[in-house]
């Protein structure tokens, strides 16, 4: 084993010890799934490892440049997962079934993702703690090391922008 191939899989070693559990614990509040979840941070691992020499400890630490990689998996994975909802939705459309209350709530539900998936990273991280992670604005404040106002400033503005963005896309009216 060469020296390069040696740094680089004590890096990722590295990263997985120390950042890891914090990316897990991260993922499973953000994807509500455990096992999509493990595959987030595998995937986060696996662009760090490609993309290592593009760490730049003057921009940021490990943690701040591995969770921005995450944010973007994540974000990634949940447009995916959108357009697999409305491609079902779209096929199943075509076959009416008695169940269509179903599929509209899932194209409901994908439109959603979509919506939130286009917030500014900070709106769509308040917006998730506190509805699918059920977190209060005390708890997300701690959580992200904010002060209250700053977070129920941003759950406003994210908010409305997810209001106008469904408004749009005909979800409400």
């Known amino acids: 084993m060469g020296a390069m191939q040696e740094a680089t899989e004590v890096f990722i070693r590295d990263l997985?010890?120390?950042?890891?559990?914090?990316?897990?614990?991260?993922?499973?509040r953000r994807l509500g799934n455990d096992g999509a979840a493990e595959e987030l941070v595998q995937d986060v691992l696996v662009r760090a490892w490609?993309?290592?020499?593009?760490?730049?400890?003057?921009?940021?630490?490990?943690?701040q440049w591995l969770f921005g990689i995450a944010r973007n998996a994540a974000v990634d994975r949940q447009r995916a997962?959108?357009?697999?909802?409305?491609?079902?939705?779209?096929?199943?459309?075509?076959?009416?079934?008695?169940?269509?209350?179903g599929i509209e709530q899932v194209a409901e539900r994908s439109l959603i993702a979509?919506?939130?998936?286009?917030?500014?990273?900070?709106?769509r991280e308040v917006v998730t703690d506190a509805y699918y992670g059920g977190l209060s604005v005390?708890?997300?404040?701690?959580?992200?090391?904010?002060?209250?106002g700053t977070?129920?400033?941003?759950?406003?503005?994210?908010?409305?922008?997810?209001?106008?963005a469904l408004e749009e896309k005909g979800v409400l009216s």
């Open 114 to 123: 979509e919506a939130l998936a286009g917030l500014p990273d900070r709106h």
């Open 138 to 148: 005390r708890e997300i404040a701690a959580r992200l090391g904010l002060p209250e």
């Open 16 to 28: 997985s010890r120390d950042h890891g559990p914090a990316l897990l614990a991260w993922a499973r």
């Open 151 to 164: 977070v129920k400033s941003r759950m406003f503005y994210a908010m409305r922008a997810l209001r106008a």
């Open 81 to 101: 997962d959108g357009r697999r909802l409305r491609l079902v939705g779209a096929q199943r459309a075509e076959r009416p079934t008695p169940d269509d209350g």
């Open 50 to 63: 490609r993309h290592q020499d593009q760490f730049d400890p003057a921009r940021g630490s490990e943690r």
